[in-house]
């Protein structure tokens, strides 16, 4: 079979059955008729959620873990989706039209990730829900591979005008408020025209900025928001986004985040064996989000910097450009010591450390000859930063000096265990 045409029977197929699933969760949700609140960005998505929960607290439902079709279908109606299995998709499908009009959430405002990552994704999603407002935070090439396809066929002239225009679809949907990054030129001209009112905010409002493995600080004029977490200073664009949001909703800000719960691999501390100070930030990469964390990990104020940094997967034509960038971005950390982990690591940007005058730079293609390496040569006391792919997750629980601190690092599930286990992980 022609590949095109299974990937184009592919698609159809897959809007199809979410057709399907849609119309059930679109009964409960007309029962339920909240206030829908919608964030969408190529990185910065969950943070923002949860820095909403922290202000909206158990007013609304979130929609964790599920920001694409399938999951907002199965949120809606109060399911957690499948990991593959024909038998549990059948009885999910069987199940919907009772839970259609037995099932509804109560609370006042449904506050829902939007997936902008494939193409007609985030045009499907914010044409169904119409959010009354929505947050679009950032504008990248993440998941980059899945855009190629349209660009090749001369729908859009580049990768970032197709994926500019996925994501634009929300505020294009949104009934009532918008709010974006001022400073993005491309987010401003595709929201020139919509029907919202839109608010930009811009990084420049940002007075002082205070990181330490375990603590952050961003100080605006005459208001502070402090974390427990090293929060990269790019969060600035969600607080001014979060401070937008709640006064259109018309509720105080909560400033004092000590108590906030950081999504697992995003930016996490953790204390490690032999005083290592560990940061977190594992649970995926694309060069935005490798720019934000390696720009955070340079604000530091520590001796002994180390970095543990994984492929960028989905890039599609694009992959070998990335990591050759990702290269310079390592460099300007001028970080003690860096461990690349990965094919793609391993063919683009070691060949480019390794020339680059006093890097010190090892590069595996899986983590447990990474693992080997760290062992042999930490001293203690130094502060790694994981980022990337390659279940970076794994080596982190090996050096956690509290062993129970693994349930809170990502991809805890049996699915990615067995995974895990498969590549020889355990």
């Known amino acids: 079979m022609d590949m ?80 593959g299995s024909k038998i549990q998709w059948l009885k999910l499908a069987l199940r919907f039209p009772i839970r259609a009009f037995t099932f509804r959430h109560t609370e006042k405002y ?27 935070i950032s504008l990248g090439r993440s998941h980059a591979i899945c855009f ?18 996925e994501f ?16 993005n030129e491309t987010m401003v001209k595709l929201t020139k025209d919509i029907r919202a009112e839109v608010a930009t905010v811009s990084k420049n409002e940002l007075k002082s900025y205070k990181v330490e493995p375990d603590r952050a600080v961003f100080t605006f004029a005459k208001r502070k928001f402090t974390f427990h977490d090293p929060m990269p200073r790019d969060v600035t664009i969600q607080l001014l986004m979060l401070e937008k949001l709640m006064d259109y909703l018309d509720i105080e800000v909560k400033y004092d985040l000590s108590d906030y719960v ?49 492929d960028i997967i989905d890039q599609g034509s694009i992959e070998k450009e990335e990591h050759e960038h990702l290269a310079d971005l390592l460099v300007d950390v001028k970080a003690e010591q860096i ?35 760290l062992k042999a040569n ?12 390659q279940y970076l997750e794994w080596l982190i629980e090996k050096f956690l000096e ?11 599930t049996e699915l990615y265990k067995k995974r895990r286990a498969k590549w020889g992980l355990k």
Not at 118 to 133: C, D, M, N, V
Not at 148 to 165: N, P, T, Y
Not at 378 to 389: A, D
Not at 404 to 411: G, I, Q, S
Request: charge should be positive; proline fraction near 4%.
């Open 262 to 310: 950081t999504p697992p691999g995003r930016n996490n501390f953790y204390k490690g064996k032999n005083g290592l100070k560990l940061i977190d930030s594992s649970y995926n990469a694309h060069i935005i989000s490798m720019q934000t964390m390696l720009d955070t990990f340079k604000e530091i104020d520590v001796e002994h910097k180390w970095l543990v940094i994984g």
């Open 339 to 373: 461990i690349l982990i990965g094919r793609r690591t391993v063919k683009y940007t070691y060949p480019v450390l390794r020339k680059k005058k006093g890097v010190h730079v090892v590069a595996y293609r899986k983590p447990d000859a990474a693992l080997e390496y």
């Open 148 to 165: 190629d396809e349209v660009v090749k066929k001369g729908k859009f002239a580049s990768l970032d005008e197709a994926i500019a225009h």
């Open 402 to 412: 509290n062993p129970e601190d693994a349930a809170n690092l990502p991809r805890q």
């Open 378 to 389: 930490l001293k203690g006391g130094e502060t790694i930063l994981f980022k990337g792919s």
């Open 4 to 83: 095109d045409f299974k990937s184009r029977l592919t698609d159809k197929l897959y809007f199809v059955v979410a057709s399907y699933f849609k119309f059930w969760a679109n009964i409960s949700l007309k029962r339920w008729h909240p206030r829908i609140i919608m964030i969408t960005g190529s990185a910065g998505k969950t943070t923002m959620l949860n820095l909403v929960e922290t202000q909206l607290g158990n007013q609304a439902h979130y929609s964790h873990n599920a920001n694409s079709i399938y999951g907002i279908t199965f949120d809606i109606l109060g399911e957690h989706g499948v990991t």
């Open 110 to 136: 449904y506050i829902v990730e939007a997936d902008g990552d494939f193409p007609g994704r985030a045009e499907y999603i914010s044409k169904w829900l119409k959010p009354e407002a929505s947050v679009w």
């Open 168 to 183: 634009a679809n929300v505020p294009k949907y949104t009934k009532k408020f918008v709010v974006i990054d001022g400073d």
